[in-house]
């Protein structure tokens, strides 16, 4: 078809000689095969840090807000930081889910579902910080317009906390459905491809019973366009209303117009850095490599250079203004930003976000991996400084010498902090482990376009498909009998009928004539399983390769061992490539 | 009622749309096709109605942007007018400024969500729903093409076999 067509100079997307097949299987292993040691490390570190981040929430709410470092000067400081850092971070997931859709940018499929997990697990953190600083979060809803028995006490529209507390609602629970709309194919399936009760029952639910019909294609893709196109100046919204928090007020250092494109700017760009961290990692433990090529780190590494070269310009404009604008009190915070007690922090936000994103320029630098993630790394650092420069020192030398102090965080401010960071890995590394984290109904939409196999043969000038002209199997069933219902016709253990069949679908081995294949080579056969298939009478890798689920299940059946073991690791799949590799 | 259908399975998009577009010309309703992913241009073949959930869309944003006019002006303005900040709120026309964050927040609100509501009411999708695709494969790597049989399942088999095909198969319903 001539919609599949892209240009050569483009480079594939998904790599390797992939099937359609392959897609579902690459996507379905890091949920169906077990978690390895690295993944329990990580989750028990983050587990605890979530945990002592609880216990400082505890406290804080148990005691005050008095035993964070706040004081009458510095009435803001490390919890708003981290909520506009959280938030920040959740941006680059709706960009790069609605914005880059809008664009058509093929390259999105790969890192989208994670990217708006991200976003999802991040905003979570964001809104923890207003709730505990309430000091009474049990009162939260107060800040819902909602009848209540101080007479009619409405809330204060006029206010941008209260934008904030809309603009936040909104994007979190929109970002939820775009999600969740996205995940509901691959669910299915995971859902059909699960061979436990227990798995099946759960994917299921949460698949929402998605089958693929025509017609819920035609309107999931009618669905995600417009939840793109609403989801797009929604994402704007969100940062600008967040720096409005700062901007109408009349702090110097805070009152300042460039803050809302400076503040989306900055999210787009700490959000990406956190995507970059967050998939150098799962690329690798999840044997992504094929899926989130090197292209798409080095186009992730382009958007921050951008978006860092935006910042950098967001902050000399500031202090152009502040020195063309005559007003003394403006140019002091500027100046005492620089120069002042909190000079280190200045220095270290303009050093990782404006100096450090330049190094993207070279090719070789924004390709190399080891080098995107310490950026990455880098950039999260330099975006939570710099959200500190903007509240911490605009506040803490106000209008009266006398009340000028410094902020010096508790160990409760670090816990919530590092609390916040546990609990977001928690959310991330149980979201690697259950949830399909590329979104492969759509890969698979760009295959023909954009995998290399289908790249390779287009060059080749060969055709990308084949109307077979084999005869295709007729089955014909009969209404479902009770016999089959009640599970009667499913062969016993050790069945000589079962074994009989499932030999004759495998082909039975000739020992003067074939040689024994050691089958462990295949994934999920260890000796006890080669034993048992040897007596059954497989010893060949072309006789595992002739397996379909219908000989998968006989097996499983025969020998009771390992149900759905063999169906998982695809046996048939590996064999196949052993047996080629002779 | 028990009524046959017929059921031929493709491994390929492209082998689909051919199949599809065959079985059309040869004046057979296509009962459903069921897909692992998107096939661009299906629903035209299959002769599918364009969806109007866009549409929805859009009304549903027009209920929430009235929604948020009405309940800022009846909260701010009528029901307990305050002067906060040296700006009173005696007028809803020069107050409005402050309004238009949460009126445009309310607008993709209900647009978005009552949207995705239709979408999965309409897709009879929700929780605890059962799955109804006739085969494990079409979420994987196969498309299922269901025609029902109405006294001519020869006919049909004769169609189908030759449109690349890699099963089929005829049940009862």
Redesign the interface.
């Given at each position: 078809?001539a919609?599949h067509y892209e240009a050569p100079i483009r480079k594939p997307l998904v790599l390797g000689d992939k099937?359609?097949?392959d897609v579902?299987v690459d996507i379905a292993a890091p949920i169906e095969g077990k978690a390895n040691k690295s993944w329990w490390i990580a989750f028990s570190i983050a587990l605890a840090a979530f945990i002592w981040g609880v216990g400082c929430i505890i406290y804080t709410i148990s005691t005050g807000i008095g035993t964070w470092g706040l004081n009458k000067t510095i009435g803001w400081a490390w919890d708003i930081t981290n909520f506009v850092w959280w938030v920040g971070i959740g941006h680059a997931g709706t960009l790069i889910s609605a914005v880059l859709l809008l664009f058509r940018q093929k390259w999105r499929m790969a890192i989208n579902r994670s990217a708006e997990a991200m976003t999802i697990f991040s905003v979570m953190q964001a809104g923890l910080f207003p709730l505990i600083h309430m000091g009474r979060p049990w009162l939260a809803y107060w800040v819902l317009?909602i009848p209540n028995q101080f007479?009619?006490?409405?809330?204060?529209?006029?206010s941008?906390l209260?934008?904030d507390v809309?603009?936040i609602s909104?994007y979190l629970?929109?970002s939820l459905?775009?999600w969740w709309?996205g995940l509901?194919?691959d669910f299915?399936?995971i859902?059909?491809?699960a061979v436990k009760p227990f798995q099946k029952k759960i994917y299921?639910?949460?698949?929402?019973?998605?089958?693929?019909?025509?017609?819920?294609?035609?309107?999931?893709?009618?669905?995600h366009?417009?939840?793109a196109g609403?989801?797009t100046?929604?994402v704007l919204?969100v940062h600008t209303?967040v720096s409005?928090d700062f901007a109408t007020s009349i702090v110097p250092g805070w009152h300042t117009t460039i803050f809302p494109p400076y503040f989306v700017a900055g999210a787009i760009f700490s959000g990406f850095a956190m995507v970059n961290t967050l998939l150098i990692i799962m690329r690798k433990v999840s044997a992504l490599e094929d899926y989130i090529t090197v292209q798409h780190i080095e186009l992730m590494n382009i958007v921050i250079m951008l978006t860092g070269s935006i910042v950098g310009c967001a902050y000399i404009t500031e202090l152009f203004i502040a020195w063309y604008s005559g007003v003394e009190y403006e140019q002091y915070a500027f100046l005492n930003r620089a120069t002042g007690p909190y000079w280190w922090a200045y220095w270290a936000m303009m050093t990782c976000n404006v100096f450090s994103p330049q190094f993207m320029w070279f090719k070789k630098l924004r390709t190399s991996i080891m080098f995107s993630f310490f950026i990455s790394i880098v950039v999260n650092i330099g975006m939570w400084f710099e959200r500190f420069v903007i509240i911490a020192t605009s506040l803490h030398r106000d209008y009266m010498p006398s009340a000028w102090t410094m902020f010096s965080p508790t160990y409760v401010d670090i816990g919530t902090f590092i609390g916040t960071i546990g609990f977001f890995f928690v959310l991330f590394l149980l979201y690697a482990r259950t949830f399909p984290v590329i979104a492969q109904?759509?890969v698979?939409?760009i295959m023909?376009s954009s995998g290399e196999k289908y790249k390779k043969l287009r060059d080749a000038g060969k055709p990308?498909?084949?109307?077979?002209?084999a005869?295709?199997?007729?089955?014909?069933?009969?209404?479902i009998t009770d016999d089959v219902l009640m599970g009667e016709e499913v062969p016993l253990k050790d069945d000589k009928v079962g074994l009989a069949e499932l030999l004759d679908a495998l082909g039975t081995f000739d020992p003067t004539k074939q040689e024994a294949d050691n089958l462990q080579q295949i994934k999920g056969i260890g000796p006890q399983m080669e034993a048992t298939l040897n007596q059954i009478g497989i010893f060949t890798f072309e006789q595992v390769a002739r397996m379909t689920v219908k000989e998968y299940e006989l097996l499983d059946a025969i020998t009771e061992s390992f149900p759905g073991r063999a169906q998982r690791d695809d046996w048939a799949g590996q064999a196949r490539i052993l047996n080629n590799k002779k | 009622m028990a009524s046959k259908v017929i059921h031929a399975f493709y491994d390929d998009d492209d082998v689909l749309m051919h199949a599809v577009k065959k079985v059309r010309a040869a004046k057979h309703h296509i009962e459903e096709v069921y897909c692992p992913f998107p096939v661009h241009g299906l629903d035209k073949a299959m002769g599918l109605a364009p969806t109007r959930l866009a549409i929805t869309s859009f009304l549903y944003g027009c209920v929430g942007l009235v929604v948020a006019i009405v309940m800022m002006n009846y909260m701010m303005i009528e029901d307990w007018p305050q002067d906060i900040g040296g700006k009173p709120s005696f007028s809803f026309v020069e107050n409005m400024p402050a309004f238009i964050p949460i009126m445009f927040e309310l607008t993709v609100f209900f647009a978005a969500h009552l949207m995705v509501i239709t979408f999965f009411l309409r897709s009879r999708l929700w929780p605890f729903k059962e799955a109804e695709n006739p085969d494990v494969r079409t979420t994987d790597d196969h498309f299922a093409m269901e025609i029902e049989i109405h006294g001519n399942e020869q006919e049909l088999r004769d169609l189908l076999l030759d449109t690349g095909a890699v099963e089929i198969n005829i049940t009862e319903k």
């Amino acid at each position: 078809m001539a919609s599949h067509y892209e240009a050569p100079i483009r480079k594939p997307l998904v790599l390797g000689d992939k099937s359609y097949h392959d897609v579902t299987v690459d996507i379905a292993a890091p949920i169906e095969g077990k978690a390895n040691k690295s993944w329990w490390i990580a989750f028990s570190i983050a587990l605890a840090a979530f945990i002592w981040g609880v216990g400082c929430i505890i406290y804080t709410i148990s005691t005050g807000i008095g035993t964070w470092g706040l004081n009458k000067t510095i009435g803001w400081a490390w919890d708003i930081t981290n909520f506009v850092w959280w938030v920040g971070i959740g941006h680059a997931g709706t960009l790069i889910s609605a914005v880059l859709l809008l664009f058509r940018q093929k390259w999105r499929m790969a890192i989208n579902r994670s990217a708006e997990a991200m976003t999802i697990f991040s905003v979570m953190q964001a809104g923890l910080f207003p709730l505990i600083h309430m000091g009474r979060p049990w009162l939260a809803y107060w800040v819902l317009p909602i009848p209540n028995q101080f007479g009619s006490l409405w809330v204060n529209f006029n206010s941008p906390l209260l934008w904030d507390v809309f603009a936040i609602s909104t994007y979190l629970s929109v970002s939820l459905v775009f999600w969740w709309t996205g995940l509901l194919p691959d669910f299915a399936m995971i859902r059909d491809r699960a061979v436990k009760p227990f798995q099946k029952k759960i994917y299921s639910l949460l698949s929402f019973g998605w089958s693929g019909r025509a017609k819920d294609w035609q309107r999931f893709e009618e669905v995600h366009l417009v939840l793109a196109g609403l989801a797009t100046p929604l994402v704007l919204s969100v940062h600008t209303i967040v720096s409005f928090d700062f901007a109408t007020s009349i702090v110097p250092g805070w009152h300042t117009t460039i803050f809302p494109p400076y503040f989306v700017a900055g999210a787009i760009f700490s959000g990406f850095a956190m995507v970059n961290t967050l998939l150098i990692i799962m690329r690798k433990v999840s044997a992504l490599e094929d899926y989130i090529t090197v292209q798409h780190i080095e186009l992730m590494n382009i958007v921050i250079m951008l978006t860092g070269s935006i910042v950098g310009c967001a902050y000399i404009t500031e202090l152009f203004i502040a020195w063309y604008s005559g007003v003394e009190y403006e140019q002091y915070a500027f100046l005492n930003r620089a120069t002042g007690p909190y000079w280190w922090a200045y220095w270290a936000m303009m050093t990782c976000n404006v100096f450090s994103p330049q190094f993207m320029w070279f090719k070789k630098l924004r390709t190399s991996i080891m080098f995107s993630f310490f950026i990455s790394i880098v950039v999260n650092i330099g975006m939570w400084f710099e959200r500190f420069v903007i509240i911490a020192t605009s506040l803490h030398r106000d209008y009266m010498p006398s009340a000028w102090t410094m902020f010096s965080p508790t160990y409760v401010d670090i816990g919530t902090f590092i609390g916040t960071i546990g609990f977001f890995f928690v959310l991330f590394l149980l979201y690697a482990r259950t949830f399909p984290v590329i979104a492969q109904a759509e890969v698979k939409t760009i295959m023909k376009s954009s995998g290399e196999k289908y790249k390779k043969l287009r060059d080749a000038g060969k055709p990308l498909y084949q109307i077979s002209t084999a005869r295709p199997v007729i089955i014909e069933k009969g209404p479902i009998t009770d016999d089959v219902l009640m599970g009667e016709e499913v062969p016993l253990k050790d069945d000589k009928v079962g074994l009989a069949e499932l030999l004759d679908a495998l082909g039975t081995f000739d020992p003067t004539k074939q040689e024994a294949d050691n089958l462990q080579q295949i994934k999920g056969i260890g000796p006890q399983m080669e034993a048992t298939l040897n007596q059954i009478g497989i010893f060949t890798f072309e006789q595992v390769a002739r397996m379909t689920v219908k000989e998968y299940e006989l097996l499983d059946a025969i020998t009771e061992s390992f149900p759905g073991r063999a169906q998982r690791d695809d046996w048939a799949g590996q064999a196949r490539i052993l047996n080629n590799k002779k | 009622m028990a009524s046959k259908v017929i059921h031929a399975f493709y491994d390929d998009d492209d082998v689909l749309m051919h199949a599809v577009k065959k079985v059309r010309a040869a004046k057979h309703h296509i009962e459903e096709v069921y897909c692992p992913f998107p096939v661009h241009g299906l629903d035209k073949a299959m002769g599918l109605a364009p969806t109007r959930l866009a549409i929805t869309s859009f009304l549903y944003g027009c209920v929430g942007l009235v929604v948020a006019i009405v309940m800022m002006n009846y909260m701010m303005i009528e029901d307990w007018p305050q002067d906060i900040g040296g700006k009173p709120s005696f007028s809803f026309v020069e107050n409005m400024p402050a309004f238009i964050p949460i009126m445009f927040e309310l607008t993709v609100f209900f647009a978005a969500h009552l949207m995705v509501i239709t979408f999965f009411l309409r897709s009879r999708l929700w929780p605890f729903k059962e799955a109804e695709n006739p085969d494990v494969r079409t979420t994987d790597d196969h498309f299922a093409m269901e025609i029902e049989i109405h006294g001519n399942e020869q006919e049909l088999r004769d169609l189908l076999l030759d449109t690349g095909a890699v099963e089929i198969n005829i049940t009862e319903k």
